[in-house]
């Protein structure tokens, strides 16, 4: 079974109720403010859950916020989350970024209309459950209800609510899983041969 140390020693596993947000910085253009404003409710509404963040201070597209040093500072302070459930990693080596994957039960990816990320990619390729926005990026990849489930990107309460189920009912979701990695492998027809 995979596991993942957190920095506090607990220990995460593969099959718990886990959601894992991965980008190369934690920013607006991946929809990091979206997924922050949706954390208090997926929180409330799954006590056990556990969210993993992997993602640097640093800006990689847009600016900093004017009112804070990064985006992380910033959304914690507008939503903040319980520290002891909500677990910011920063900039981690590939194993343990890996092994965030491979522990994850919904990973959440988010972009506004621009380059996809190869972390989505790899998500996919570990087998993950997708929530991810329903934007030009991820369409070419993600089909919902086929490899993943699309929210609307600005309709935080959508996300919450969609990943709220998708921990909930992780067992009614292995076929996507299993779609989304033959999709990562290269097979196109999991989208509908939309590509």
Not at 16 to 41: D, K, Q
Not at 57 to 67: I, L
Not at 104 to 121: D, E, Q, R
Not at 169 to 179: D, E, I, M, R
Request: net charge positive; aromatic share 8%.
């Amino acid at each position: 079974m995979v596991t993942l140390r957190l920095p506090n020693g607990r220990i995460l596993r593969a099959g718990e109720p886990i959601v894992t947000y991965v980008a190369r910085n934690l920013e607006p253009y991946r929809g990091f403010h979206i997924f922050m404003r949706a954390l208090p409710r997926i929180l409330r509404e799954h006590p056990t859950c556990q969210v993993v963040v992997v993602g640097g201070d640093e800006v990689s597209y847009g600016s900093r916020p004017k009112d804070a040093p990064n985006w992380r500072v910033k959304m914690s302070r507008e939503s903040p989350v319980d520290p002891e459930r909500v677990h910011f990693l920063g900039k981690v080596p590939y194993e343990i970024y890996k092994r965030a994957l491979q522990v994850s039960a919904v990973h959440v990816y988010l972009t506004y209309p621009f380059v996809l990320s190869w972390s989505l990619l790899e998500a996919m390729a570990c087998g993950c459950l997708i929530v991810g926005s329903d934007t030009v990026p991820v369409r070419e990849v993600i089909g919902h209800c086929e490899n993943g489930l699309l929210v609307d990107f600005l309709y935080t309460q959508a996300l919450a609510k969609q990943a709220t189920q998708a921990l909930t009912y992780s067992q009614k979701y292995t076929k996507l899983c299993q779609a989304a990695q033959r999709t990562a492998q290269g097979d196109s027809s999991e989208v509908g041969k939309r590509h």
